[in-house]
């Protein structure tokens, strides 16, 4: 995901991720619009926003951008990663089945059809008829799962140039820059069935093996792969080297975030880890559905209502007041969090969203 501006990135190890009150998001750090910067900062215009972007554990990139390009009430999400990767996803959306990507003002819902439409739902323009799974934007392409027929595709955002790229059926899809990263599912020459990791170009080419055994919430950040199953949690690198286990323990979901990795288990407590497999902390007992943004964790309660987990302070508090039992699906888009749910047994599943303090509740999408 990128915006269609243009930016000098300045590299400096010496800024703290804190040191404007900013934002981390899956490697985003934003600063509130100021109408001078702080003398610590890089000189900019008073009419600029301070944008930093982090790029590993040890550096930040950051610029200023005018802030005739930005909305001025909110932070701008500019999604930067080193080397120039883009990432199709965020990786909560990625380990809740990535139905929505968000891109420049637009969300891309897998729902039946691919649709493109605005954050409240307005300006619905169907580009694909054929019952997408998942869906991640890199640049002006739209990449995505479907199962009719099976296989990866991709479309232009303005839904021209639609491209078969292969006839697989992926899990938890990944697209950094020009390569995907899945689960796979093939058979062996007795037929049985087995499932693995693997690789490939934008284009179908380069498809490569990785790993084999069930692999879930696949989230590739930076150089590495991360996944989950029923024996614990691992990670790689891209290229298949360097395994290794992080946790032995039976995991139902994890997410990578800020270099921790949080998880699930079948009690439905929530955890969080480094991604280098130490400090492994218990955050306190949740929901099996839930998701990160930034030193904030949303879950689905047991009740049927949503919360939020300020895990700095290490407080909880409800943000939905409405109780359901049906509650799917935790996606982060811009500053709005989406779910999926419905009001009734006898009533339609729709898609909703709320800010992260839980105002502006709004229906979005139908199924």
Not at 181 to 210: P, V
Not at 230 to 256: K, P
Request: net charge negative; aromatic share 14%; hydrophobic share 40%.
């Amino acid at each position: 995901m990128k915006r269609t501006i243009s930016i000098i990135i300045f590299i400096s190890i010496a800024f703290a991720s804190t040191a404007c009150g900013g934002n981390n998001t899956d490697g985003l750090f934003t600063s509130a619009i100021e109408s001078t910067a702080p003398a610590t900062y890089p000189t900019v215009a008073a009419d600029a926003l301070i944008i930093y972007a982090h790029t590993d554990e040890s550096q930040n990139a950051y610029s200023s951008v005018p802030t005739a390009l930005v909305d001025e009430n909110h932070y701008t999400h500019l999604y930067l990663h080193p080397g120039n990767e883009q990432y199709g996803n965020l990786a909560g959306n990625i380990s809740n089945f990535a139905q929505f990507a968000y891109a420049d003002g637009w969300i891309y819902a897998a729902r039946g059809n691919l649709y493109k439409l605005r954050l409240d739902g307005t300006e619905r323009t169907l580009l694909y008829n054929g019952w997408p799974e998942s869906v991640h934007v890199v640049g002006d392409w739209v990449y995505f799962s479907h199962n009719s027929p099976v296989g990866i595709s991709k479309i232009r955002t303005d839904g021209t140039d639609f491209t078969r790229i292969s006839t697989e059926s992926p899990v938890f899809l990944n697209v950094v820059g020009d390569w995907m990263y899945f689960q796979y599912t093939a058979a062996d020459s007795q037929g049985r069935q087995f499932t693995g990791i693997a690789k490939m170009r934008t284009d179908g080419t380069e498809r490569t093996s990785l790993a084999e055994g069930r692999a879930n919430s696949i989230n590739v950040v930076d150089d590495w792969i991360f996944w989950s199953s029923g024996q614990g949690v691992y990670r790689m690198r891209t290229d298949g080297t360097e395994r290794m286990q992080l946790l032995d323990a039976f995991v139902n979901t994890s997410i990578v975030s800020g270099g921790w990795l949080y998880y699930s288990d079948p009690m439905r407590n929530l955890f969080r880890i480094r991604v280098d497999g130490t400090e492994n902390t218990l955050l306190g007992e949740a929901g099996a559905i839930f998701t990160v943004a930034g030193d904030r964790l949303f879950f689905i309660g047991d009740n049927g209502y949503v919360y939020r987990m300020d895990i700095e302070i290490m407080e909880t508090t409800r943000i939905r007041n409405v109780q359901t039992n049906n509650i799917q699906n935790l996606h982060i888009l811009e500053d709005w969090l989406f779910f999926r749910t419905r009001l009734s047994f006898d009533s339609p599943f729709q898609f909703f969203r709320i800010r992260f303090d839980g105002s502006g509740s709004q229906a979005v999408l139908e199924d």
